[in-house]
């Protein structure tokens, strides 16, 4: 039977569209199957180099083996197990909530499950953005144009590579709820944000939310639009509140505030009346260089291509995007203002819907002009390839198979201190430690201590390890060396009570 579809009100020449019945069922309607080809197609490719990096050693305990010891730990001792890293829960270190959900599936499919659902998941918005883009009246080819420009952000294959992270799952319910919103379906509106919110391990998927909720609230001729995005704002800003520690002061124990904005005041609320009497500080931080960087390599891929096309109104889908990106600016991190990991990924919806609500005037006919501005976001696609190359696969460690080796020898259950890299490999334990905390940690009896001098990271300087190796090697007993890797079992606590000194 057809399906009618409302015309979208504010606009007197549409009229109700009738799509091709599904007399087969729908998953085999050409439209359909087209979409699943390519969200699939995506995650065949980004699942499979994700593995890769952790065959080849690459994966990295910051994040991918502190998530996993988080979720191994949730399974076994409860919802508030604290991680080992970190010595608090989880879902403290990180606000994402959803990882409650996730640690059965962990249980049963391990690091693999985690990396294909990543990969997944950011597939899907090649999905909802097709299916936002037929709300809206939008040609067959320009929305699958679209979902290609979105499949080829390289914000999303530099998160989807850098190990893994919860907010990744909020990206196409971002999509997915402003779909539900046009169609009017209130109740999947509604979990598709709280989805995005609890998934959010960086505050930037709550301003996310709360952009996305502005975009809304202006839209044109729907009263219910409005509503449902100033409450989506709210919401959204309360979440934001507590997690920042505006309502509940340090309820992870630790204080997210003070390492973001401390040169604004030690709590939000000094903060705000600094900034009440100083407003151009907000936008301090664009004085520097890096910055502008930041801002043309994420706005860059979208906003060549429609940036002047449309109204202006349009333009209020890019309140996410200039949220994030401020909050990400005011920390001063260099971590946060960076469009090659999982901070900046909250910024790639707003950017894209941004893309659909300006492209549904323009009819896509292939020229050489278009052409030619399809390679803009080519470019920026291949020069993010070749800084994943540079930084990270020519770093891959040239002795992976003594690193295997030595991770066998590891007895199952036993704590272990381990160099960040090759944290992922021993993370279902209840004790998982990195070697940055060799020295405050204690050593009891039956620990086991896994290193590799041919291949450190920043987190362990050089000398520093091969001084603890020279005397765990006198003291303690050698479970393997070879390679540069060595694996020493604690036998003698005592020999080993202090820290040492390169």
């Known amino acids: 039977m057809a399906e009618h579809l409302p015309a979208r009100e504010g606009h007197p020449a549409a009229q109700p569209r009738v799509l091709p019945s599904a007399e087969l069922g729908s998953l085999v309607r050409t439209d359909l199957l087209s979409r699943w080809v390519w969200v699939l197609l995506y995650t065949a490719v980004l699942a499979s180099l994700s593995a890769l990096r952790y065959q080849t050693w690459l994966a990295t305990g910051w994040d991918l083996g502190l998530y996993g010891q988080g979720l191994w730990a949730i399974w076994h001792h409860g919802l508030l197990a604290p991680s080992s890293v970190t010595g608090l829960p ?85 999509f997915a709820a402003v779909h539900f919103a046009l169609c009017r379906r209130w109740g999947a509106y509604a979990l598709a944000l709280a989805g995005a ?61 003070l390492p973001y904005y401390r040169a604004f005041g030690a709590t939000p609320q000094a903060a705000l009346k600094t900034l009440s009497g100083q407003p151009w500080r907000l936008l301090g931080w664009l004085e520097a260089l890096r910055p502008w960087e930041y801002l043309v390599w994420v706005g860059g891929p979208v906003g060549a291509f429609w940036l002047f096309r449309g109204r202006l109104r349009d333009l209020s889908w890019l309140a996410g995007p200039l949220l994030v990106a401020e909050y990400n600016g005011l920390s001063g991190n260099p971590g946060l203002t960076s469009p090659f990991d ?77 160099q960040n890299f090759i944290m992922p490999h021993l993370a279902n334990r209840a004790a998982l430690y990195d070697t940055n905390q ?35 090697g006198r003291t303690q007993k050698v479970l393997y060396q070879k390679g540069g890797v060595s694996a020493f079992a604690i036998v003698h606590p005592a020999a080993v009570t202090k820290g040492v000194t390169p």
Not at 149 to 172: E, K, Q, S, T
Not at 381 to 388: F, S
């Open 342 to 418: 999982q901070y900046s990924l909250a910024m790639v919806p707003g950017l894209l819907l941004t893309a659909l609500f300006l492209a549904r005037r323009v009819t896509w006919r292939p020229s050489w002009k278009m052409r030619w501005r399809g390679l803009i976001p080519a470019v920026f696609l291949l020069v993010t390839l070749l800084h994943l190359h540079e930084t990270t696969w020519r770093s891959a460690p040239p002795n992976a198979a003594a690193l295997a080796a030595a991770a066998a020898r590891v007895p199952a259950h036993r704590p272990v201190v381990a």
């Open 197 to 257: 919110l609890i998934s959010g391990d960086v505050a930037a998927m709550a301003l996310a939310v709360v952009g996305l909720g502005i975009a809304l609230a202006v839209s044109p001729g729907r009263r219910d639009l409005i509503a449902a995005g100033l409450l989506a704002a709210l919401a959204a800003a309360a979440w934001l509140m507590v997690s920042t520690e505006w309502i509940i002061p340090h309820w992870t124990h630790q204080s997210y505030w």
């Open 438 to 472: 060799l020295g405050t940690i204690p050593l009891k009896r039956g620990t086991v201590v896994v290193t590799d001098t041919a291949y450190t990271t920043d987190n362990t300087p050089p000398a520093l390890l091969t001084a603890w190796i020279h005397r765990l």
């Open 90 to 174: 989880i879902v403290a270190q990180s606000g994402g909530f959803i990882l409650w959900a996730l640690a059965p599936l962990y249980h049963l499919g391990g690091v693999g499950f985690l990396l294909v659902l990543q990969a997944f998941s950011l597939g899907m918005g090649y999905y909802f953005i097709d299916r936002i883009g037929a709300d809206l009246e939008m040609p067959a080819r320009t929305r699958h144009v679209l979902g290609l420009v979105y499949l080829a952000n390289p914000i999303l294959w530099a998160a989807n590579l850098d190990d893994f992270h919860p907010v990744v799952l909020g990206i196409p319910l971002l």
